[in-house]
């Protein structure tokens, strides 16, 4: 009986989220793979950083996620002068009943979904004020602190073609995002129905699909799912072989400097769950594993002097783990 009352909240869950989907299909056309990651990520409780070029539906994608999952949301445009009590928040000297009393004045940071606006244009210092808020929910402001909403996350946008006066986010501040998502251009067939969706009198909005209470109960759930023995060797085997050191293979030796770190493992284990679950299936198979690969390990890896030197890329070394994986 609690098995069967289980199954049944599994199968409403994922009802849910896949109506999540389809809600976000009707503002954001020609993207199902950048939608599928976006909710992975936020259903695995983490934060996605979010890669492309303008004009291709990134804030239009952060912020239709707000309202279809009832999340509150709110955007952050990163600058240069951008400074981390812009962020954070900041204490105030306020004058009640004649005495004086600092009083801290939240942040944007203080919502549940905060899109932070090609966050490589903002200084180290900046970058680095989200950190704690991303890793441990809470800031720190005057010694006090504040915890923020749940849940909380981070969809974060960089515009890979403009380089100049840009900040590259470190090694510490990557490995904070669940995944990667490169936004491409739309196909042919959803750029003509995005015209005429756009350019009319009115233009389709996204609509109220789950309640915050709702992706609560679905983040606890994908905790929940079980995995078997053979995905988990899969996660270990190709996060291990992707680092180099004396047990790696000549291709991953010659041409990474630094690969995966545990982080990797537990993202691809969490993002496999979320998939499963987004797709209505009971348990994770080798094939989300290989799925998420890119995703996870793109913006957590560096090819040495001699790969880029030879034009060796990224997404080159995530295939060849990828067919030694199959």
Same mark, same amino acid.
């Given at each position: 009986?609690?098995?069967?009352?289980?199954?049944?909240?599994?199968?409403? &869950?994922?009802?849910?989220?896949?109506?999540?989907?389809?809600?976000?299909?009707?503002?954001? /056309? #020609?993207?199902?793979?950048?939608?599928?990651?976006?909710?992975?990520?936020?259903?695995?409780?983490?934060?996605?950083? =979010?890669?492309?070029?303008?004009?291709?539906?990134?804030?239009?994608?952060?912020?239709?996620?707000?309202?279809?999952?009832?999340?509150?949301?709110?955007?952050?445009?990163?600058?240069?002068?951008?400074?981390?009590?812009? =962020?954070?928040?900041?204490?105030?000297?306020?004058?009640?009943?004649?005495?004086?009393?600092?009083?801290?004045?939240?942040?944007?940071?203080?919502?549940?979904?905060?899109?932070?606006?090609?966050?490589?244009?903002?200084?180290?210092?900046?970058?680095?004020?989200?950190?704690?808020?991303?890793?441990?929910?809470?800031?720190?402001?005057? #010694?006090?602190?504040?915890?923020?909403?749940?849940? /909380?996350?981070?969809?974060?946008?960089?515009?890979?073609?403009?380089?100049?006066? &840009?900040?590259?986010?470190? *090694?510490?501040?990557?490995?904070?995002?669940?995944?990667?998502?490169?936004?491409?251009?739309?196909?042919?067939?959803? *750029?003509?129905?995005?015209?005429?969706? &756009?350019?009319?009198?009115?233009?389709?909005?996204?609509?109220?699909?789950?309640? &915050?209470?709702?992706?609560?109960?679905?983040?606890?759930?994908?905790?929940?799912?079980?995995?078997?023995?053979?995905?988990?060797?899969? =996660?270990?085997?190709?996060?291990?072989?992707?680092?180099?050191?004396?047990?790696? !293979?000549?291709?991953?030796?010659?041409?990474?400097?630094?690969?995966? !770190?545990?982080?990797?493992?537990?993202?691809?284990?969490?993002?496999?769950?979320?998939?499963?679950?987004?797709?209505?299936?009971?348990?994770?198979?080798?094939?989300?594993?290989?799925?998420?690969?890119?995703?996870?390990?793109?913006?957590?890896?560096?090819?040495?002097?001699?790969?880029?030197?030879? #034009?060796? !890329?990224?997404?080159?070394?995530?295939?060849?783990?990828?067919?030694?994986?199959?």
């Amino acid at each position: 009986m609690v098995k069967a009352k289980a199954v049944q909240e599994y199968d409403d &869950t994922s009802a849910k989220l896949k109506a999540a989907k389809s809600a976000l299909g009707d503002v954001v /056309f #020609g993207q199902e793979t950048v939608i599928d990651l976006a909710m992975i990520a936020i259903l695995a409780g983490g934060h996605a950083l =979010i890669v492309g070029a303008p004009g291709l539906a990134k804030t239009k994608l952060a912020t239709s996620l707000g309202t279809v999952l009832g999340l509150d949301e709110k955007r952050v445009q990163f600058t240069p002068d951008l400074m981390p009590a812009d =962020i954070l928040g900041s204490e105030v000297l306020d004058e009640v009943d004649g005495r004086r009393a600092f009083r801290f004045v939240q942040g944007p940071v203080f919502c549940q979904l905060l899109m932070a606006d090609e966050i490589n244009r903002a200084s180290p210092r900046t970058q680095s004020a989200l950190l704690q808020s991303m890793q441990e929910h809470h800031v720190t402001v005057a #010694g006090q602190r504040h915890d923020l909403p749940r849940p /909380f996350h981070v969809l974060a946008t960089q515009n890979p073609i403009e380089q100049e006066g &840009t900040y590259p986010l470190p *090694e510490a501040q990557l490995d904070r995002f669940l995944v990667q998502v490169d936004i491409s251009y739309p196909p042919l067939e959803a *750029e003509r129905r995005m015209l005429f969706a &756009t350019t009319g009198v009115a233009e389709a909005v996204p609509r109220a699909v789950l309640t &915050t209470q709702d992706l609560l109960n679905a983040q606890n759930l994908v905790r929940d799912v079980p995995v078997g023995e053979q995905v988990t060797d899969a =996660i270990l085997n190709v996060v291990r072989a992707a680092r180099p050191g004396p047990d790696a !293979s000549q291709m991953i030796n010659d041409n990474v400097a630094w690969g995966p !770190s545990p982080r990797a493992a537990q993202a691809l284990m969490l993002c496999a769950k979320a998939r499963a679950l987004l797709e209505g299936r009971l348990a994770p198979s080798v094939d989300d594993v290989l799925a998420l690969l890119a995703p996870v390990f793109k913006h957590r890896m560096a090819l040495n002097f001699s790969a880029r030197a030879d #034009g060796v !890329s990224i997404s080159s070394i995530i295939n060849y783990l990828a067919e030694k994986l199959v």
